[in-house]
């Protein structure tokens, strides 16, 4: 199972672009690297998925170098409503492994 | 539609009661899951159905008994819990579970569920 490491926490003033890294060196071949948000009291909400190089949407932009062993997630200009914790998921279908396992997730809080 | 319902929002219940927590989605998804959720950590994996068939049981502890009666429907069935039960249940459903690992969850709110 590809295990994933991000930082515990991070903190940014509103207006700052945040970049936060998931490490995954065991990432296998077919591998997409999927992220979430989850706000307190809610289910985690689907926000970027990608498999390499980069890939940008209304809300974030993922950027996976080459190797593929880290991705970092990059929100422009964050405000307030960007308090979340931020999940990097990497699924890995081996026999007996489970498909989506969540890992201890990023707490960002954005500050005025 | 790609909102996952469920229901209730909030549950308390003492440890002989008999509970359900519901959970409903209208996307055509056939893989649906249940995940329990401790205050400050991660969600942590309870259940995968696929295609209304059982797929994934993570060593759950059998006072939890999940029930999927139709593809748009999942119930998590609760009897005699523990308060270390007491958690966020989160469901979960996406298009499909098959050996792809581009799988998109989609979450509901979630139950807060307190035992007592």
């Known amino acids: 199972l590809a295990k994933t490491t991000q930082p515990i926490s991070m903190d940014s003033y509103e207006g700052q672009e945040v970049n936060i890294t998931c490490s995954h060196n065991n990432i296998a071949t077919n591998d997409y690297i999927t992220w979430y948000q989850q706000f307190p009291s809610q289910g985690p909400r689907f926000i970027i998925q990608g498999y390499k190089t980069k890939v940008t949407n209304e809300v974030a932009s993922l950027f996976i170098p080459a190797d593929r062993k880290s991705s970092t997630l990059s929100l422009p200009r964050v405000s307030l409503s960007d308090t979340a914790v931020y999940y990097c998921?990497?699924?890995?279908?081996?026999?007996?492994?489970?498909?989506?396992?969540f890992g201890k997730g990023t707490r960002l809080s954005v500050i005025a | 539609d790609t909102e996952v319902t469920q229901t209730p929002k909030h549950l308390v219940m003492g440890m002989t009661n008999k509970k359900s927590l519901k959970c409903e989605q209208h996307m055509g998804h056939r893989a649906m899951y249940w995940y329990k959720q401790k205050a400050k950590k991660p969600p942590e994996l309870m259940f995968v159905y696929s295609y209304e068939k059982l797929s994934i049981n993570e060593s759950v502890p059998s006072r939890f008994s999940p029930e999927c009666p139709n593809s748009s429907l999942l119930n998590l069935h609760l009897h005699a819990l523990q308060p270390e039960d007491s958690a966020l249940y989160l469901c979960a459903s996406s298009q499909v579970w098959s050996t792809a690992s581009n799988e998109k969850l989609f979450f509901g709110s979630g139950t807060q569920l307190s035992v007592l």
């Open positions: 998921l990497v699924g890995t279908r081996n026999s007996g492994n489970t498909p989506l396992v």
